[in-house]
């Protein structure tokens, strides 16, 4: 075999595994994107607020992307979530900011302000949360966010389990036996104006009691934060709290699971920020969505599907990396004109303009590098079609060899995404 067709079949070889590489890699986000697929989110009780919420995202989630579709799922609330997030048995949850974070844990999302809500009756003569020593309470449930919640308050202010009569109730018959009396005091992790501490504050003599020393909190749980539940929050008249009311607030965040699949995740941090007017059409809460903070001090780390949504605006791979993928872009140009040369000086029977049309690219390379507007650009992508249309003629002519096509239209394509990205990031800006 002579060196000529040893040159020419690396040369095809090498072009032939570049295009089934990117047949499949086609392929692949082809069929990965017409497949539906399925996220499971924990949201708490059907009565809470992260349940409505995920119910929210879950329909307009529907109506733009059916192409991934959220099953919201009831669960005993934030640690729960944890549990099964790290199992593998939901993909997505909603959790209150202070519950300790699983390993597998990303965040996408903060959606809203939780406030630490400690509705006593005015006869049970409370008026701080230390008041709460011998007092009779529904305590959350066991285990649950807002049972983590209340007792790292209650410790903070030298309450401990001795100290208070705790009777187990579910939420719905602690709400009665509040208003029937049989109990002296209700604690919520719960977004201000709840309906069900609405229902008690304005059924039978209550209030709320002030949380203070959230900054001294913070030093040992960094999530929380002081919150104010304003005047007027429950009822205008009579104001239920009378004046604004101090207590603590911890974020309600949106988190994931590490292996939730990154596009699914992008698409579901583009609806929460992107289509929060239809949001707030479930949920007024919907207007309190913000970006991820780590001073914030929530130490989760975002999950690579959100961060690539907060990061849309930063210039592509291509723009941040223009003069060392322009030098290497060179070198494979030279190099590729060195084999094509050597082909033609081992067979001398066909006449080669592979490098004549190499110097023509390189040239188009060096010029869009400084290009800065969508009509500078578009001269250049007529350049290259006009180029392009010359070749195929050269090459029906016999006037360009086959292998001398393949590789000019493997460096054509590779400079023509070039221009696309450069096209994009203009658009962008």
């Known amino acids: 075999m002579s060196k000529t067709q040893n040159i020419n079949k690396l040369i095809i070889g090498a072009l032939l595994l570049i295009f089934a590489t990117l047949v499949l890699y086609s392929a692949k986000k082809y069929f990965s994107k017409h497949e539906v697929q ?3 989110i924990g949201a708490g009780s059907k009565s ?3 349940y409505q919420f995920a119910q929210a995202i879950a329909e307009v989630m529907n109506r733009y992307h059916p192409e991934v579709k959220i099953e919201v799922l009831v669960t005993a609330g934030s640690s729960e979530n944890m549990k099964l997030l790290e199992a593998g048995q939901i993909d997505l949850a909603t959790v209150q900011a202070d519950i300790e974070a699983v390993p597998s844990a990303r965040i996408v999302s903060n959606l809203y302000p939780d406030m630490f809500q400690l509705i006593v009756r005015k006869d049970a003569n409370i008026e701080t949360f230390k008041d709460l020593k011998g007092k009779r309470m529904a305590l959350p449930s066991e285990g649950g966010g807002q049972w983590v919640s209340f007792w790292n308050t209650a410790n903070h202010y030298d309450v401990y389990k001795d100290d208070i009569k705790n009777i187990a109730l579910s939420g719905s018959a602690a709400t009665d036996a509040f208003i029937k009396g049989e109990i002296d005091a209700i604690f919520k992790v719960r977004a201000p104006r709840n309906g069900t501490i609405g229902r008690l504050l304005n059924s039978v003599p209550s209030m709320l009691v002030p949380i203070e020393q959230a900054p001294a909190m913070k030093i040992k749980q960094p999530s929380l934060d002081t919150g104010i539940i304003p005047s007027g929050t429950y009822s205008g008249n009579p104001l239920i709290p009378a004046n604004d009311l101090i207590t603590v607030a911890v974020n309600r965040l949106l ?5 939730a699949d990154d596009e699914a995740v992008k698409l579901i941090t583009q609806i929460l920020f992107e289509r929060r007017m239809e949001l707030l059409k479930t949920t007024p809460l919907a207007g309190f969505i913000s970006q991820p903070d780590w001073n914030a001090g929530t130490f989760i ?3 690579k599907g959100s961060q690539s949504f907060f990061e849309r605006e930063k ?3 291509f723009v941040q990396n223009a003069d060392f993928l322009a030098l290497l872009i060179s070198l494979i140009l030279m190099g590729g004109s060195a084999l094509i040369g050597l ?3 081992l ?3 066909q006449k080669n303009l592979a490098d004549k049309h190499t110097l023509e690219l390189v040239s188009v390379l060096d010029e869009i590098k400084d290009v800065n507007s969508l009509e500078q650009l ?3 992508k007529d350049k290259m079609s006009t180029m392009l249309g010359n070749v195929v003629k050269e090459l029906d002519n016999d006037a360009l060899t086959v292998e001398g096509f393949q590789f000019f239209s493997f460096t054509w394509n590779s400079l023509n995404e070039m221009i696309k990205d450069k096209e994009r990031e203009l658009r962008n800006n």
Do not use: D
């Not at 988190?255 to 292996?259: F, G, K």
């Open 38 to 40: 399925v996220l499971k």
């Open 48 to 50: 809470g607020e992260a």
């Open 255 to 259: 988190v994931a699971n590490v292996t």
């Open 301 to 303: 780390p975002v999950h």
């Open 315 to 317: 210039p592509s791979y």
């Open 343 to 345: 082909r033609k000086h």
């Open 347 to 349: 067979s001398g029977k």
């Open 378 to 380: 578009s001269y250049h």
